[in-house]
Every structure is written in C-alpha cells, then in structure tokens.
C-alpha cells in the first residue's frame, strides 16, 4: 500500500514569514494529494488539494507543489498569521469504485506554530 | 454549514462494551468513508461505504468492527467489544466533487 512520510513534524515561524511542509509517497498510482488543516479538538479540514495531471496550484496565501518523477509534494504558506497555527496533514489517494476517491493515506503531521 | 453530522460527539464506554457511532449526512449520498485518529497521531482509514456495501477496508478493520446504512440515509460503525485501544477520535467522512470533507467527529473513550 501507499505510505506517506511527512516533515517537519514541528514547525515554528515568525508572524509574515513563509511555511513550506513536505511530504513524499511511495505509490506511482496515486493522483490526487489534499492538506488538511486540523486545530486542536477539531476535524481534519481541507485547505487546497492537488492533482497528479497539474504541478502547482495556488489559493492567495497557500500553495502546493507537485514533482511526480520524485514523489514528493509539499505545502507552502506565505505570510504567515498566528491564526495558521494548527496541525497540517498531507494525504495522498487513489481512484476508488465508480470513478470515486479511495482512500486517504495520511501523513503524520506538522505542528505549526506561529508567532506573532 | 457542516457536510455530515456526528453522534454522539462523546462516547464513554467500559471495555468490552458495544458502541455504534453515528454519521448523518446533510442531504443523501452513496460514498462514505470512516477514519479514526488517536491522540496526538495521524488519521487512519478504517472503511469506506459505496452504495450500500463496503468499498474498502484496512487492517484495522477487524471482525469487531462493522458498518450499515440501517435507515438508508444514516450511516453507523459498529464495535462490538471495545478495547482500550479503541479510545480515539472518530471520523466520517463524505465524497463530493472529487474531495473528502470530514464530520466534526465522535470522541470514543473506552475505560
């Protein structure tokens, strides 16, 4: 199966400065890569997702990158704001039944703490 | 607005209790999946439910662990016999547009 390995697994920044997490799979079939942003007691909540056929995609602050060849995706934040404090999962999946999404392979997390 | 709702948020059970959790959906659909995520750890995948059957399951999926759509709108995860081990955040999960979007979860705490 698919494994994801993320880092760093704490992350501390300074109120307007930049964010980059990583994460690397391991399963070539994988197509779709979404980030979760978790807050304490909360539910995972997506942020921005990518898709194998695409190599960067942007929402204002957030962005994602995609190097198929390599294996790896990563997740940049610019400007940071105390309020981006959480926990960050990656995740990467497959195409399930009926042209649907399989499953999520989770990373294990970036603790980000932002300063102001 | 939330895409699914949870009951209940908190569950306390003793070991070796049954537990059904409960996923609620907005409005209807075909694609669930369940997660959990134990404290201070990543979330995992436990099944994922496609048009009344189960689509995929993962190891943590064992035969104490079950999954139905009883009414045909809500769905429930099922354990049979509760383990110390089980005490996690559960979460549902609902397919839309291409993307997962979780439910607010169910706080199992087994004693």
């Known amino acids: 199966g698919e494994n994801v390995e993320q880092h760093p697994s704490t992350l501390s920044v300074q109120e307007g400065d930049s964010a980059v997490i990583k994460c690397t799979y391991s399963d070539s079939a994988s197509n779709y890569f979404p980030w979760y942003k978790q807050e304490l007691g909360k539910r995972p909540q997506l942020i921005i997702d990518i898709r194998s056929n695409v190599g960067e995609k942007k929402d204002q602050r957030i962005a994602v990158t995609l190097n198929k060849t390599a294996k790896h995706f990563s997740l940049h934040i610019t400007e940071t704001q105390p309020e981006d404090s959480a926990v960050y999962f990656c995740?990467?999946?497959?195409?399930?039944?009926?042209?649907?999404?399989?499953?999520?392979?989770f990373g294990r997390g970036t603790q980000l703490t932002v300063w102001p | 607005e939330p895409e699914v709702t949870q009951t209940p948020s908190h569950q306390v059970t003793q070991m070796g209790q049954e537990v059904i959790l409960r996923c609620v959906p907005i409005?209807?659909?075909?694609?669930f999946y369940w997660y959990r995520q134990i404290l201070g750890q990543k979330v995992e995948f436990l099944v994922s439910f496609y048009n009344n059957e189960i689509s995929e399951k993962s190891e943590i999926f064992d035969d104490q662990f079950s999954v139905e759509r009883p009414d045909g709108s809500n769905f429930t995860l099922k354990i049979r016999s509760t383990k110390l081990e089980d005490s996690a955040m559960y979460f549902c999960a609902r397919y839309r547009n291409n993307e997962q979007f979780f439910g607010p979860g169910t706080r199992l705490t087994v004693l």
């Open positions: 409005s209807n659909h075909l694609y």
């Open positions: 995740a990467a999946s497959n195409r399930g039944r009926g042209s649907t999404l399989g499953r999520l392979y």
